[in-house]
T-cell receptor
């Protein structure tokens, strides 16, 4: 059975701290892994990773995938209160529709 | 780009009524859309994959006669919750796919009294 485990489940930090969010997965017919940020409404897309070892970066956020060890990390440097959200990891399957399997998420709270 | 809308954003209905939720891709065409539900403090659970011009593919445990999906055009998919009951109260979210990435609508909160 496909499985996605995110850790930690929740994290409280102060502004300016750096955080690392982890995602390990077991997915048959793995194709890619996506990261999303969910605030009060629906998730917003952050990154899609398909190749091992290639870092994707967007501002203070970066992410990398290890297909051999079956995990991904999402780093946020110099955190701000606006980074407070739930971060969801979603590996996708090959096949007709690239179905995504969502982890439970990491709830990040950044305090001033 | 890649904007997905949902309507309505909130709906309250009486038990036994049916509710239709629309999902539209505003600036692109989507052959495939997905419908999820999310309970409080839980992650997204895929309900079904909606394919333009063909029948939806439902996940195990999701009743296709209760959750009717119609993907009538490349920019519109609808989810109808038939004979809604209080246990159907949830946050329903759709997504539309471009290549391998899913872009999500803002969600619809359904409360069944």
């Amino acid at each position: 059975e496909d499985k996605v485990v995110q850790s930690p489940l929740s994290l409280v930090v102060h502004e300016g701290d750096t955080v690392t969010l982890n995602c390990s997965y077991e997915v048959t017919n793995f194709r890619s892994l996506l990261w999303y940020k969910q605030e009060k409404k629906a998730p917003t897309f952050l990154f899609m990773l398909t190749s091992s070892g290639i870092e994707k970066k967007s501002g203070r956020l970066s992410s990398i995938l290890d297909k051999k060890e079956l995990f991904s990390i999402l780093n946020i440097t110099a955190t701000q209160t606006g980074d407070s959200a739930i971060y969801l990891c979603a590996p996708g399957e090959k096949g007709g529709y690239n179905k995504l399997i969502f982890g439970a998420g990491t709830r990040l709270a950044v305090h001033p | 780009g890649a904007v997905v809308s949902q309507h309505p954003s909130w709906v309250i209905c009486k038990s036994g009524t049916s509710v239709k939720i629309e999902c539209r891709s505003l600036d692109f065409q989507a052959t495939t859309m997905f419908w999820y539900r999310q309970f409080p403090k839980q992650s997204l659970m895929l309900m079904a994959t909606s394919n333009e011009g063909s029948k939806a593919t439902y996940e195990q445990g999701v009743e296709k006669d209760k959750f009717l999906i119609n993907h009538a055009s490349l920019t519109l998919s609808t989810l109808t919750v038939t004979s809604a009951h209080p246990e159907d109260s949830s946050f329903y979210i759709c997504s539309a796919q471009i290549e391998e990435t899913q872009y999500f609508g803002p969600g619809t909160r359904l409360l069944v009294l």
